[in-house]
């Protein structure tokens, strides 16, 4: 049931690949909230996906650019304030990738060119986000920037390898861009640290089944699944949430706050 909770705000939204994705359950959801947007995503990716559909059912333009260009996102954020009329009210980034896990390297036989490539396309390229929205006075006050993260920031976890180090390093730009752009614009930036989810490039890490059911397991809500993670993106978009900034929001059935469950111990004592 829609709320009208974004009626007149404007934005960018990163990375929707195909309907699996959150950041096309995301798009969706901003649509039905009455946001209007532009859709990104680096070309390679928009060749493998299906991001032309959903800017047909969102009524939304598709400005590609790589987002660890610069150039290529001051073009983005350029041509969307002239696509939406105006300054923007929120931006997704939801990227993720690290060709040493696509390639199956170990995390004891790192390939560190593509370590670095990960921690550019994972990481530093949020930086770059919101430098280029910063020089280009792009957000209005109370804006509000997301980035998706994952608990294995914190945590330590088998197969996850360089996007660990990613995530974190996700996290403490929100920290640290969310401070300043807060006392200059009052422009709120925030990480979501979401559920396993059966995104394209979740399931593209090594026993990613066997995470999800733990993780499943050891909720006492079960995972937060890309709507519930969409929904959630909507209200900090929203004017509900405008104090709320420099924050690495957990959204995972309660995940990170159990020690253990039920359902784990009788699945252990079977």
């Known amino acids: ?21 959150i950041a096309w359950k995301t798009a969706l959801k901003v649509k039905e909230e009455g946001g209007e947007f532009t859709l990104t995503n680096a070309p390679i990716a928009m060749r493998l996906g299906t991001i032309n559909q959903l800017a047909k059912a969102c009524n939304a333009e598709v400005i590609p650019a790589d987002a660890t260009s610069e150039a290529d996102l001051t073009n983005l954020f350029t041509k969307s304030m002239e696509v939406l009329g105006g300054k923007l ?115 593209g890490i090594s026993g990613f089944d066997v995470f999800f059911d733990f993780a499943d397991m050891m909720s006492p809500l079960g995972n937060a699944t890309a709507e519930d993670c969409a ?11 405008r104090m709320v900034t420099m924050q690495n929001l957990m959204h995972d059935g309660g995940f990170s706050g159990s020690g253990i469950t039920n359902a784990l111990v009788e699945r252990l004592s079977k």
């Open 1 to 21: 049931m829609a709320n009208n909770l974004l009626k007149g705000k404007k934005g960018i939204i990163f990375g929707a690949l195909d309907e699996n994705s």
């Open 89 to 203: 009210d929120f931006v997704l980034h939801s990227i993720g990738m690290s060709p040493n896990i696509r390639k199956g390297k170990q995390y004891g036989d790192m390939n560190y060119d593509w370590y670095l490539k990960t921690l550019d396309i994972s990481a530093l390229s949020f930086h770059k986000v919101l430098q280029t929205s910063e020089k280009l006075d792009a957000m209005n006050e109370w804006g509000s920037v997301v980035a998706l993260s994952y608990i294995a920031a914190q945590r330590a976890y088998p197969d996850y390898t360089d996007m660990a180090q990613a995530k974190a390093m996700l996290e403490s730009i929100a920290r640290s861009y969310g401070q300043r752009y807060g006392s200059l614009k009052k422009v709120r930036v925030n990480t979501i640290s979401q559920s396993p989810t059966k995104t394209t490039a979740g399931t």
């Open 231 to 241: 929904n959630y993106i909507a209200v900090m978009f929203s004017d509900y949430t």
